[in-house]
């Protein structure tokens, strides 16, 4: 069913090339969020895509403003969010924390831009597209009229980009995810603490490092509690991945359970992920159509380098990393995968990146009043 | 069903104080494998438990052979095992390395001793018991014909000792179970070359330690293999997993499926359990069970210290640790538990002598033919 005032991206619709540079060389775009983890990672990864704009204003917390941010030859001023002006903005990625987007995502879109919420403040509103271009890009203008479209939970995204394919051949029915999410996850801050606490451990083994951004002092450690602990004895990183791989995967009544825990590694969250299915699997078919689905690396080796994927081994990569496949002796609709992807990228900033390249190549783009 | 040839330990029919002391201060014990982690750990649990022996063989690979081990007042030197005379001994614990075991276990049975081996080499074998004392204690003296009585795996262990009491009230039948498994059981070697690798990348973020003891190199990383890699996809530690608990708790069609993944902590083998069962869960009556079972620490609190067990708050400890039960909302009969131990105690050297303390307080020893 498709809503009367519903806009669908057609991928066979894909707009021409001229109109594509035209807009993006226009496009007038803020990064609010800037001087942070996932901020800088954009930075990086709009040089790397060659994601191109015309203007770009680099906006944080009163605490940020003021630095310089050198990008493409340019040294960028830090903006204060109170007092910016986000009117004739086309485009805002925010990602300075979720109170920081429920105080101030609504009221940038209101003042025109399209806004890429990376906070929690937004994904399971009604009016919001949660997007995953992989998996349902042909939501990214559904229910626009918000203008916030929110870039899914760091470990949704990858966890929902392996299983798509699954779901395709085989109707995923129940999954069952354990997850090891690495420091960068608490931002810069979070990885100097983690990165410090750990020197002062291996100086000495009884110390205690502070907790600082996590729940627990994290060097050498694991805390099986990310954010806020819910009256259902489940976390709200839990819940975030049963509910927004739910919305992504038009699936609401898919069963997906989760244990959710930080583990002393810096960057790259992985998870052991136990699926499964209405049909039986078959394990050549099911490594082939992983293996020929865009994005994603398919590990099927014996040795270190081939046998599986680890956090430190694809940090810095732009691909879902897939391995250890298998189907449960015991059922055979049923298998593991282990699942490892750069959060800041994959599950953070490229994911955002990408839902603005199809905004931006969409025929009927709702972007850049600006451009036009 | 009893067979004719079973002893069985009654826990109503603990022998008289006097017979045990009289027993164990006689009793002659060797340690094969006295220089390694567990080792050194079941010496630390001799005196904490005030285990007594008459006298004591420490005994090593002959690569270890004539060091110099001070216990009790006594330095005791290591003897080699390849020219050691078993004869005289009663009990034997071994934990030198699967193939250790399975070339010398046998032989040193057949010499007089019993073992209690920490090996996998004689798990499975329909002739020896697999003992988790507070799980399936009544078998301790079933099949001894073969006097070998095996230790389950470290991460075993805790498992059934937190899920019996569950199984005892809702019946179990299901396990999903994802590991956090610790450096120390890649042994005093693989500790080491953990936390001088560690020290590497802290110093040098692109540094790429040495694999040693592991699959790959551990620090900061997740390593999503421990021990062979088998046909089925699984790896031999996933297969324990599920092989070995089926035969503690005697349920040979329980499905066990387990990712069994090595983490970058120093101590304490961590676990994400997901179970469901025949009969619905009531969240009061489950958390009750689990706090009045004997050897377990419930975790039911919010904060940091009473909210959920860590690797490294635990360490040292002979308890269980288990925190974040939680039933599923979509599922009645299903729920998670997090259990945290360490693993060179309870997942190993304190029940290799728990099962030791069963057989001397067993009216019937078959320990001790020295001692009488």
Same mark, same amino acid.
């Given at each position: 069913?498709?809503?009367?005032?519903?806009?669908?991206l057609?991928e066979n619709k &894909?707009?021409?090339?001229?109109?594509?540079?035209?807009?993006?060389?226009?496009?007038k775009?803020a990064?609010?969020g800037?001087t942070?983890?996932?901020?800088?990672?954009l930075?990086?990864l709009?040089?790397e895509?060659?994601f191109?704009?015309?203007?770009?204003?680099?906006?944080?917390?009163s605490?940020s403003?003021?630095q310089?941010?050198h990008?493409r030859?340019v040294?960028?001023?830090?903006?204060?969010?109170?007092t910016?002006d986000f009117?004739?903005?086309?485009?805002?990625?925010?990602s300075?924390?979720t109170?920081?987007s429920?105080?101030w995502?609504r009221?940038?879109?209101?003042?025109?831009?399209?806004?890429?919420? !990376?906070t929690n403040?937004?994904?399971?509103?009604?009016?919001?597209?949660?997007?995953?271009?992989?998996?349902n890009?042909?939501q990214?203008?559904h229910?626009?009229?918000?203008?916030?479209?929110?870039n899914?939970?760091?470990t949704?995204?990858?966890? &929902?980009r392996?299983?798509?394919?699954v779901?395709?051949e085989?109707?995923?029915?129940k #999954?069952?995810?354990?997850t090891?999410?690495?420091a960068s996850?608490?931002?810069?801050a979070?990885?100097?603490?983690f990165?410090?606490?750990s020197? #002062?451990?291996?100086?000495n083994p009884?110390a205690?490092?502070?907790a600082?951004?996590?729940?627990?002092?994290?060097?050498?450690n694991?805390?099986p509690?990310?954010d806020? #602990?819910?009256?259902?004895?489940?976390t709200?990183e839990?819940?975030?991945?049963?509910q927004e791989?739910r919305?992504?995967?038009?699936?609401?009544?898919l069963?997906?359970?989760?244990?959710?825990?930080?583990?002393? &590694?810096m960057?790259?969250?992985?998870?052991?992920?136990y699926f499964e299915?209405d049909?039986r699997?078959?394990?050549?078919?099911l490594?082939?159509?992983l293996?020929?689905t865009?994005?994603i690396?398919?590990?099927?080796?014996i040795?270190?380098?081939?046998?599986?994927?680890?956090?430190?081994?694809v940090s810095?990569s732009?691909?879902v990393?897939?391995?250890r496949?298998?189907?449960?002796?015991?059922?055979?609709?049923?298998g593991?995968?282990?699942?490892v992807s750069?959060?800041?990228?994959?599950?953070a900033?490229l !994911?955002a990146?990408?839902?603005?390249?199809d905004?931006i190549?969409?025929?009927?783009s &709702?972007?850049c009043?600006s451009?036009?």
């Open positions: 069913m498709i809503d009367a005032d519903n806009v669908y057609s &894909v707009s021409n090339r001229d109109k594509l540079l035209t807009l993006s060389t226009n496009l775009v990064i609010v800037a942070g983890a996932v901020g800088k990672t930075l990086e709009f040089d895509r060659n191109d704009y015309g203007q770009i204003w680099l906006i944080a917390s605490r403003a003021g310089i941010i990008h030859g040294n960028h001023q830090v903006y204060d969010l109170e910016f009117r004739g903005v086309d485009l805002v990625f925010s300075a924390g109170a920081t429920k105080n995502g009221r940038i879109a209101a003042q025109g831009p399209v806004v890429i919420d !990376n403040a937004f994904r399971m509103e009604p009016d919001v597209g949660l997007i995953v271009p992989q998996v890009s042909n990214v203008l229910k626009l009229k918000s203008r916030i479209i929110a899914p939970n760091c949704t995204i990858p966890m &929902v392996a299983l798509q394919p779901h395709q085989y109707s995923l029915n #999954l069952v995810i354990s090891y999410q690495a996850g608490g931002g810069i979070g990885l100097e603490q990165t410090s606490g020197q #002062l451990v291996l100086d009884e205690i490092p502070e600082g951004r996590f729940q627990a002092p994290l060097p050498f694991l805390i509690r990310i806020a #602990l819910l009256d259902s004895g489940f709200l839990e819940q975030k991945i049963a791989s919305k992504i995967m038009g699936l609401p009544k069963n997906v359970t989760a244990t959710a825990v930080r583990v002393p &590694v960057n790259c969250h992985s998870q052991a992920i299915c049909s699997l078959d394990y050549s078919r490594t082939t159509i293996d020929d865009g994005g690396i398919l590990y099927r080796g040795g270190e380098a081939e046998g599986y994927p680890t956090p430190r081994g810095g732009d691909h990393h897939v391995g496949v298998r189907i449960d002796p015991d059922n055979d609709r049923a593991w995968m282990w699942v750069d959060n800041l990228r994959v599950g900033a !994911n990146i990408q839902i603005a390249e905004l190549q969409s025929e009927s &709702v972007l009043a451009a036009y």
